[in-house]
């Protein structure tokens, strides 16, 4: 599929567009691209649904303005995108930093909203600049060891979310079609592409460092599919839970034994609960 753009606020925001039907809107996490959705979710949700995968601003080949990001600019591009393409109504689903803009834009615009999948996320994040800053610099490190020592860089900060069984997998065949999606060559590919800079990492924290919808959170009346994953270190489960106990119409799955990465790691499960939670 060829990538196209859409001017919209001020930048031109990277999209793709594969399959037929109802609309979903697919948006990516922190330091990631849309690119990542093409490893596990996108063919079988392609096979049923009309599927938007877009570059959030500051990353992947969207324009990448140099300000301070907040939560409702990503959401107001979420928007923006679905009237550049005429549609009214999508399924939204949301993954890490994609969960947190997918909750935004559900709570600031939610005539436009069917139902709402958040994946790996949370409803706030922790208001001390520190630890902000702390991440923040987790995120500039990253960039600057792709820099220096690539492979090493990927097994030290890319591969952080799953089970060390899994590692250990994609480490030792490195050419096998997990699940008969994606490879560990895939996972390489995916995580040298289009790296974000310290700059788009300083400016998307800064969304982080002012996100807090907790109180907002009983204002999605939406079908709301919520994932979580046991062993997740980024975005601990009980922030999903609290998203659970706030969202009136939710339903709350914890996939075992799988940490943050839970969407690969778990592909077949994951992709069974999304198409079942949408199809029904």
Not at 21 to 33: E, M, N, Q, R
Not at 164 to 178: A, Q, V
Not at 237 to 254: D, G, Q, W, Y
Request: glycine share 6%; net charge neutral.
């Amino acid at each position: 599929m060829t990538e196209l753009f859409a001017e919209v606020n001020g930048i031109k925001i990277c999209y793709e567009i594969y399959g037929e039907g109802k609309p979903v809107v697919l948006i990516h996490g922190f330091g990631s691209t849309k690119d990542e959705w093409k490893l596990a979710q996108l063919g079988p949700l392609s096979e049923k649904f009309k599927v938007i995968i877009m570059d959030n601003r500051g990353a992947g080949k969207s324009d990448r303005p140099d300000e301070p990001y907040l939560m409702e600019m990503f959401a107001d591009d979420i928007n923006s995108l679905m009237e550049h393409l005429n549609i009214d109504k999508a399924h939204i689903i949301g993954l890490s930093l994609g969960g947190m803009i997918a909750q935004t834009f559900t709570i600031n615009y939610n005539e436009k909203v069917d139902k709402l999948i958040l994946i790996n996320t949370t409803p706030d994040f922790p208001s001390n600049p520190s630890g902000i800053e702390m991440y923040k610099q987790s995120k500039i490190a990253k960039y600057e060891a792709i820099l220096k020592y690539f492979e090493q860089a990927y097994w030290d900060y890319g591969v952080g979310g799953f089970s060390r069984n899994f590692r250990k997998e994609l480490k030792t065949n490195p050419k096998k079609k997990i699940h008969g999606l994606f490879s560990n060559e895939d996972l390489i590919k995916e995580f040298s592409n289009a790296p974000s800079t310290p700059q788009d990492s300083k400016n998307q924290t800064n969304a982080l460092l002012h996100f807090n919808v907790v109180e907002k959170l009983s204002t999605i009346k939406n079908k709301t599919l919520i994932l979580t994953a046991s062993n997740d270190k980024t975005l601990p489960k009980f922030k999903s839970e609290l998203i659970h106990e706030k969202v009136p119409n939710s339903k709350l799955i914890v996939l075992e034994d799988v940490g943050h990465g839970s969407s690969l790691e778990k592909a077949p499960e994951v992709n069974k609960l999304i198409l079942g939670f949408l199809e029904n």
